[in-house]
């Protein structure tokens, strides 16, 4: 719903072009598809294949299948430009669209060529869910079970009895739908395994009604096509969605989770390389995680992007107050190479993140956490040996600003949990202070220009962060000093 206020990318005409082409493109490939089931259909026999298509009225029925694919594709186009503008905008997620959709009715047709029900129902809904969303998934499962059937009607004199083939679209529907709602809160892909058995339970109770006769004369090869399906869906998905994480550069849960790892090799680097600066990053993704929960952005992306949002800082971590205990290497040097050092932190982190093949996302907040805010303490240590005035850009970070809701939180999370733990300070009036002065100084900054966030969350952003970080830094009890022979222990 939210989605509804937010500033949609403004489309030109060459963008309708662009989508529009590429929606055609992939409605030509839909049709070159389906000749080439034809072509299977007619065992490779290219006569055969004519005098099927010749036989019956077969010409109208093509016809109408192609105007019908025309009209799904423009469907899809409608359901996407109305519902998610953005992802629409970019090609690669217009590929993406039809390349489940492809992928899934092809191994549909295939498996269906032995055993109908075995056949993988749920793939196409699943690789939407992890890659989009639960309601895209919905949609795609519609649309994927939509073309299966209109596959099968025309290939039904020599394929499939009629009773079967609307059982097939029964089974194939309802039990998509169930396998979107169990894998959608599922957090590991082990767990999403097991989900396949249980996608295998309605899909053989569904089909011992739809084939009761049959089914009570030998139900085994019924009950082994029902886990087939189950299992072939959940096997497929988990070998296909390592490749279109990596194609289509998309994060899904379980990526997520794998990466916000503490195993996971960059953060371990960062743990055994600079302590200070990992603990400060675990610090900095609870805020971060509970903001993102406050204004309905994702948790779980989130936390990743606070996690490596300071990796670049493993160039040098000794610049980093976090990592220094007594001895300041800043002191030896000139202030315009300490600005050097620290902005550079931002590219660094671009840049190990990209070494490590990790998302995109973590890339971008990891250069945009600073957005271009100035380096006041270097600017101020530099003014004090120059005579004529300075240029506050030189101490500035090179930015972008926050390009996302996401970054934004990260950056002020980042300062708010950076200054608290600087001054010491811990109640939550002190903290109040201290967040509302890092906000007002960001926005002065006109650092939050460039994404979407509101006053509204940014005031929701201002009190969690408050909450949580006086949480963090609660008091401790004082413990009486205890002297034992003149040495002070505390
Ligand atoms: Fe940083
Ligand atoms: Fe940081």
Not at 25 to 51: C, E, P, Q, R, W
Not at 139 to 151: A, E, G, K, V
């Amino acid at each position: 719903m939210e989605k509804k206020f937010e500033r949609l990318r403004p489309w030109t005409t060459k963008d309708y072009v662009r989508t529009i082409s590429w929606f055609a493109i992939h409605t030509v490939i839909f049709v070159l598809g389906f000749i080439a089931v034809l072509y299977v259909n007619a065992k490779f026999d290219f006569s055969v294949m004519l005098d099927f298509i010749q036989s019956d009225g077969k010409v109208e029925n093509l016809i109408y299948l192609i105007v019908a694919m025309c009209l799904i594709s423009l469907g899809i186009y409608l359901y996407f430009y109305n519902e998610n503008r953005d992802f629409l905008y970019e090609t690669k997620n217009i590929n993406l669209i039809f390349i489940i959709l492809e992928i899934s009715v092809a191994i549909m047709f295939g498996v269906g060529k032995y055993m109908v029900y075995a056949r993988p129902f749920a793939l196409c809904a699943l690789l939407a869910l992890l890659l989009m969303d639960k309601r895209t998934a919905i949609f795609m499962n519609t649309i994927s079970c939509f073309l299966m059937f209109m596959i099968d009607t025309f290939l039904s004199v020599n394929v499939l009895e009629s009773h079967i083939l609307y059982a097939s679209l029964l089974v194939g529907f309802s039990t998509s739908v169930l396998a979107i709602y169990l894998v959608h809160k599922t957090s590991s892909r082990i767990k999403v395994f097991l989900m396949g058995f249980l996608i295998a339970i309605p899909l053989i109770v569904s089909t011992v009604c739809l084939e009761f006769t049959a089914v009570m004369k030998n139900p085994l090869p019924f009950i082994l096509a029902g886990f087939t399906s189950g299992m072939l869906s959940v096997v497929l998905m988990m070998a296909i969605l390592p490749l279109f994480e990596r194609i289509f550069n998309k994060v899904t849960d379980y990526r997520l989770f794998e990466i916000t790892d503490h195993k996971a090799p960059l953060l371990r680097k960062l743990r055994e390389t600079a302590p200070g600066t990992f603990n400060h990053c675990l610090i900095v993704s609870t805020l971060v995680e509970a903001c993102a929960a406050a204004i309905g952005e994702n948790t779980l992306l989130a936390r990743a992007c606070a996690y490596y949002h300071d990796v670049g800082k493993l160039e040098r971590p000794e610049f980093f107050t976090e990592n220094q205990s007594g001895y300041n290497p800043h002191s030896e040097i000139p202030p315009e190479l300490s600005t050097d050092i620290i902005r550079s932190h931002a590219t660094d982190g671009e840049k190990f993140i990209k070494q490590y093949h990790l998302p995109q996302i973590l890339a971008d907040v990891a250069v945009q956490h600073h957005g271009t805010m100035p380096i006041t303490y270097f600017y101020m240590r530099a003014s004090k040996f120059s005579e004529s005035a300075l240029d506050i850009k030189q101490f500035s970070y090179e930015g972008p600003k926050p390009q996302s809701k996401i970054a934004a939180i990260v950056m002020i999370a980042d300062a708010c949990e950076a200054k608290a733990r600087a001054d010491g300070k811990r109640n939550h009036a002190d903290v109040d202070d201290i967040v509302c002065e890092i906000i007002e100084d960001r926005m002065a900054h006109h650092q939050f220009e460039e994404c979407n966030l509101t006053f509204r969350e940014i005031e929701i952003i201002r009190q969690t962060i408050t909450n949580a970080l006086s949480g963090v830094h609660h008091d401790r009890v004082q413990y009486p000093k205890l002297k034992i022979g003149g040495d002070k222990y505390e």
